[in-house]
C-alpha cells in the first residue's frame, strides 16, 4: 500500500512525505547525487513495519519507483539521527543495495550506548550495520554532478542530530530539529534545550527556500519560501 506522498522539491530532491498511521519519518532521496553504480541518497530510511500491518519501508520503495527511482540503486543512507522512526529500516536497506550507511559521531555513540534504548521501546532490534562514514560538520562529499551539500551538526533533540543543507537549492533537510510552526522534542534521553536553542538560532542564520522536516506538525509537511522560512524561525525562537 502506498503510504507515502512524493514531491520533487528542486531538482533530484525528492521529498516522501508519510502520510501512514504508525510511527514513521518522511525520507529525502537525493537523485544521482553520487558518482558510481548505486547513484542516490536515501535521508532517513524509516521503519520496515508499523502498526496495523503497514510497511513503510515497503511503500517508499513503490513510492520512489513512480518517480524512476530504485531503492536498490540507493549507494549512500544517511541517518538525520538514530531514532527508530527514522533509522530502524537501515539493516533492510544495507541487504537490498549494499549501500554505505552515514550518522554523525555523537550520534552513533549515542546509538551504542543510552539511545539504543529507543528500540527495545518499539519492540524492535538494535540496527547492526556500522556506519562508514561518520559524519562531521562541513561539505559532504558526494560525487555526483552538480551536488553540494553541508552537514550540520545540530543537537538538542538528540546528541548527534544532523541537517543537510544544500546552499545552491537552499533546501535544508531538518530530521527532527525543526518542523513547520514547531521544534523536535527535547525531553527525550539525550535531548537538551540548551543545545536545541543553539541549534535553532544556527539554523536560523542560513539563507533558506525550502525546510524538509522528519515529521509534518499541524502547519503541514514544510515551509517554503524564504519569508516563511524566516517567520518559520522567528516562531519557533520564541519557544525558549
Ligand atoms: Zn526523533
Same mark, same amino acid.
Given at each position: 500500500?502506498?503510504?507515502?506522498?512524493?514531491? !520533487? %522539491?528542486?531538482?533530484?530532491?525528492?521529498? @516522501?512525505? #508519510?502520510?501512514?498511521?504508525?510511527?514513521?519519518?518522511?525520507?529525502?532521496?537525493? $537523485?544521482?547525487?553520487?558518482? +558510481?553504480?548505486?547513484?542516490?541518497?536515501?535521508?532517513?530510511?524509516?521503519?520496515? +513495519?508499523?502498526?496495523?500491518? !503497514?510497511?513503510? /519501508?515497503?511503500?517508499?520503495?513503490? $513510492?520512489?519507483?513512480?518517480?524512476?527511482?530504485?531503492?536498490?540503486?540507493? +549507494?549512500?543512507? %544517511?541517518?538525520?539521527?538514530?531514532?527508530?522512526?527514522?533509522?530502524?529500516?537501515?539493516?533492510?536497506?544495507?541487504?537490498?543495495?549494499? $549501500?554505505?550507511?552515514? /550518522?554523525? /559521531?555523537?550520534? @552513533?555513540?549515542?546509538?551504542?550506548?543510552?539511545?539504543?534504548?529507543?528500540?527495545? *521501546?518499539?519492540?524492535?532490534?538494535?540496527?547492526? *550495520?556500522?556506519?562508514?562514514?561518520?559524519?562531521?560538520?562541513?561539505?559532504?562529499?558526494?560525487? &555526483?554532478?552538480? #551536488?553540494?551539500?553541508?552537514?550540520?551538526?545540530?543537537?538538542?533533540?538528540?546528541?548527534?542530530?544532523?541537517?543537510? @543543507?544544500?546552499?545552491?537549492?537552499?533546501?535544508?533537510?531538518?530530521?527532527?530539529?525543526?518542523?513547520?510552526?514547531?521544534?523536535?522534542?527535547?525531553?527525550?534521553?539525550?535531548?537538551?534545550?540548551?543545545?536545541?536553542?543553539?541549534?535553532?538560532?544556527?539554523?536560523? &542564520?542560513?539563507?533558506?527556500?525550502?525546510?524538509?522536516?522528519?515529521?509534518?506538525?499541524?502547519? &503541514?509537511?514544510?515551509?517554503?519560501?524564504?519569508?516563511?522560512?524566516?517567520?518559520?524561525?522567528?516562531?519557533?525562537?520564541?519557544?525558549?
Amino acid at each position: 500500500m502506498l503510504l507515502h506522498r512524493s514531491a !520533487e %522539491i528542486v531538482d533530484g530532491v525528492h521529498f @516522501y512525505l #508519510w502520510v501512514g498511521r504508525s510511527m514513521n519519518c518522511n525520507s529525502v532521496v537525493l $537523485a544521482n547525487a553520487l558518482a +558510481g553504480a548505486r547513484p542516490h541518497v536515501l535521508v532517513d530510511p524509516g521503519m520496515t +513495519g508499523g502498526a496495523m500491518g !503497514e510497511r513503510p /519501508l515497503e511503500s517508499l520503495a513503490q $513510492a520512489m519507483s513512480a518517480d524512476g527511482l530504485r531503492l536498490e540503486d540507493v +549507494g549512500l543512507v %544517511i541517518g538525520t539521527h538514530c531514532h527508530p522512526d527514522h533509522y530502524q529500516a537501515v539493516d533492510e536497506v544495507v541487504r537490498r543495495t549494499g $549501500a554505505r550507511v552515514a /550518522l554523525s /559521531l555523537p550520534e @552513533y555513540d549515542f546509538l551504542k550506548g543510552v539511545g539504543g534504548s529507543f528500540y527495545d *521501546s518499539f519492540g524492535t532490534s538494535l540496527p547492526s *550495520s556500522k556506519p562508514s562514514t561518520l559524519l562531521e560538520e562541513g561539505e559532504l562529499a558526494l560525487g &555526483g554532478d552538480g #551536488w553540494r551539500a553541508q552537514v550540520l551538526i545540530t543537537p538538542g533533540h538528540s546528541p548527534g542530530s544532523v541537517c543537510l @543543507y544544500m546552499p545552491d537549492s537552499k533546501v535544508l533537510v531538518s530530521g527532527d530539529v525543526v518542523f513547520p510552526g514547531s521544534i523536535g522534542r527535547m525531553d527525550f534521553v539525550g535531548g537538551s534545550t540548551r543545545q536545541m536553542k543553539e541549534s535553532i538560532d544556527r539554523l536560523s &542564520g542560513l539563507d533558506i527556500e525550502y525546510i524538509l522536516s522528519g515529521h509534518s506538525s499541524m502547519s &503541514g509537511p514544510l515551509v517554503s519560501g524564504k519569508d516563511n522560512v524566516v517567520r518559520n524561525f522567528q516562531m519557533v525562537r520564541m519557544f525558549f
